[in-house]
C-alpha cells in the first residue's frame, strides 16, 4: 500500500469547516483513499473512500486532485465530538487486504 | 453499515495467565478478519490477518504460539493471550470486510487488556 503524509494534530472552531489534508504521491491507479477516524479508546470508524471522484456522504467531503497524489477531507461543521484521530489510508479494493494506518492527524475541535 | 463485536471491552488479567478476546461480524459473513494491537499514544499495528478454515498469518515480530488465532466459523475469530505479561498491556482491535471489492473495514469497539 502506498505511503500517506499527514499533519501530526490539528485545531479547528466549533460549527467551522475542518478541512484535513493527506499526501499520498506514490498512490497506483487501483489504490482507494479511505479516511477512519478513532475517538479516544474506540475501534476505528469509517468516514468516506474514493477512487477518483469527489465524494460526499452523511457525515464528510473527500476531494481528491486530479492526480491523486493528493486528498482533503471536510467535516463542513465541525462540533466537539468531532474531536478524534484522523487516518488517510490509500489501499487496493481487495477485500482480502488489511488497513495500514500511518500516525494520522490529531484533530482538536475547540468551542 | 455492517456491525463487528468485539468482546470483552475491558479486563484486567494476572501475570501468566491467558485471556480470549472474541470478534464477531453481527450481520455478515467474514472470510477474513484482521487483528491490531495499539499502544498508548501510538497508532494501530496490525498483528495478524484471520482467515476463515486455516492458520492465521501472522506479522513479523509478533510471535505466533502466544497469540492464539482460531477463527473457526465465518463469523467468529478469537484472539488468545497466553501467558500475558505486563508489557501485553495494550489496546487490542478487530476489523472485518464485507467480502465484496470496494468496501470500507468494519472495526469492533476494541478490548482493553491490563496485565498486573
Known amino acids: 500500500d502506498a505511503k500517506t503524509t499527514q499533519p501530526p494534530s490539528m485545531d479547528c472552531a466549533e460549527g467551522r469547516a475542518a478541512n484535513l489534508p493527506c499526501n499520498h504521491s506514490t498512490i497506483s491507479g487501483n489504490e482507494y483513499v479511505y479516511w477512519y477516524r478513532q475517538i479516544h479508546s474506540q475501534g476505528p470508524q469509517y468516514i468516506i473512500h474514493?477512487?477518483?471522484n469527489n465524494e460526499t456522504n452523511e457525515m464528510a467531503s473527500l476531494i481528491i486532485t486530479e492526480d491523486r497524489k493528493s486528498s482533503t477531507l471536510i467535516l463542513p461543521h465541525a462540533t466537539l465530538r468531532d474531536t478524534a484521530v484522523y487516518y488517510c489510508?490509500?489501499?487496493?479494493?481487495?477485500?482480502?487486504?488489511?488497513?495500514?494506518f500511518g500516525g494520522g492527524t490529531r484533530l482538536m475541535v475547540k468551542p | 453499515g455492517a456491525v463487528v463485536s468485539q468482546h470483552p471491552s475491558r479486563v484486567i488479567c494476572k501475570s501468566g495467565t491467558s485471556v480470549k478476546i472474541e470478534c464477531r461480524s453481527l450481520?455478515?459473513?467474514?472470510?477474513?478478519m484482521f487483528w491490531y494491537r495499539q499502544f498508548p499514544k501510538q497508532s494501530l499495528m496490525l498483528m495478524a490477518t484471520s482467515n476463515e478454515g486455516s492458520k492465521a498469518t501472522y506479522e513479523q515480530g509478533v510471535e505466533k504460539d502466544k497469540f492464539l488465532i482460531n477463527h473457526a466459523s465465518l463469523t467468529l475469530s478469537t484472539l488468545t493471550v497466553t501467558s500475558a505479561h505486563p508489557e501485553d498491556s495494550s489496546f487490542y482491535i478487530c476489523?472485518?470486510?464485507?467480502?465484496?471489492?470496494?468496501?470500507?473495514?468494519?472495526f469492533g469497539q476494541g478490548t482493553r487488556l491490563t496485565v498486573v
Open positions: 476489523s472485518a470486510r464485507l467480502p465484496l471489492e470496494d468496501t470500507e473495514a468494519f
Open positions: 474514493g477512487l477518483k
Open positions: 450481520d455478515f459473513q467474514a472470510t477474513t
Open positions: 489510508i490509500v489501499r487496493v479494493g481487495d477485500a482480502g487486504n488489511m488497513l495500514t
